[in-house]
């Protein structure tokens, strides 16, 4: 489910008798909804929730697991960490996970693919893949280690235990905790703090954070290449003028 007020595009997970478990399909729609943000000009960032009050994502749908052999489950792995969750963690614009209940299993694998989370006082989450016989499949592993470092991460996943939103906020898994009911209102202004400033400059952003957590590539070199080509922008000169005529910019993301 989308909707889009003020640049922002809402993507709400829909599925709220299966506590919006990630299915097939559900992931389909993600890749679809997200490709088509990411390539919308009057969209500058998103924000993700689940529906209802119960749930972000309870995880990946179990049921789909269940007759899958050692090659298919390699492929799922593989074609949809490129088809959604690299997707959304390489995006373009800034992408905030407001997690409104559980988010377990893929449920947080998708939260963590996210640029930045918050949580209501009420959610909880986990890693609980290997009370199935499995692990997390989803970025999981990596993401969870880089956000709240290796030892509470392989805690949480060897343990399979579920943390509470003040626990996630004090290992630095989510930045903010809020009432349920203030949750997205926390989430759109965070939002529209973030796109308000350059568009450009947010993606290059994103790309050289990024660099310095991917295998093989140098974050620092990175970082001097984006912000090299920041300079080639009609936002930065504007950034500029703007600052020096003590006005407010006025990006075009150009
Ligand atoms: N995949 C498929 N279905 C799921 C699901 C998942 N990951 N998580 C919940 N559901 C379904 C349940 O099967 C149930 O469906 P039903 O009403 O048709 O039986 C419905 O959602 C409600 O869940 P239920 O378990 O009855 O709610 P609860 O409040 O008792 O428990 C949880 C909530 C989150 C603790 C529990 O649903 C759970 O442990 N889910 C699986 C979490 C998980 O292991 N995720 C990682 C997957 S890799």
Redesign the pocket.
């Known amino acids: 489910m989308t909707d889009t007020k003020d640049r922002i595009q809402y993507i709400t997970i829909n599925r709220e008798?299966?506590?919006n478990?990630l299915n097939k399909f559900t992931l389909c729609e993600l890749h679809e909804a997200f490709t088509d943000a990411f390539n919308n000009p009057g969209v500058g960032g998103i924000i993700i929730t689940g529906a209802g009050l119960?749930?972000f994502v309870?995880?990946?749908?179990?049921?789909e697991?269940a007759d899958l052999d050692a090659t298919q489950g390699t492929a799922i792995a593989r074609d949809n960490q490129a088809l959604v969750f690299d997707l959304i963690a390489n995006g373009n614009k800034p992408v905030i996970a407001a997690i409104n209940g559980?988010a377990?299993?893929?449920?947080l694998e998708l939260a963590m693919a996210c640029h930045s989370r918050i949580a209501a006082e009420t959610a909880r989450m986990g890693l609980?893949?290997v009370?199935?016989g499995?692990i997390p499949g989803y970025g999981g592993t990596q993401r969870l280690a880089q956000l709240v470092g290796k030892g509470k991460a392989l805690e949480m996943i060897l343990t399979a235990d579920m943390i509470t939103a003040a626990d996630a906020l004090q290992y630095g898994l989510v930045t903010h905790v809020v009432a349920p009911e203030l949750l997205l209102a926390k989430a759109e202004e965070l939002m529209l703090k973030m796109i308000s400033n350059a568009p450009l400059a947010l993606a290059a952003a994103i790309r050289s954070v990024n660099a310095g957590l991917t295998d093989g590539i140098n974050g620092y070199e990175t970082e001097i290449e984006e912000f090299g080509k920041c300079f080639g922008t009609e936002d930065f000169k504007e950034g500029v003028a703007a600052f020096l005529e003590k006005r407010k910019a006025e990006f075009k993301g150009r």
């Open positions: 008798s299966k506590l478990a119960k749930a309870a995880g990946a749908d179990i049921s697991f559980f377990l299993g893929g449920g609980p893949e009370t199935l499995l």
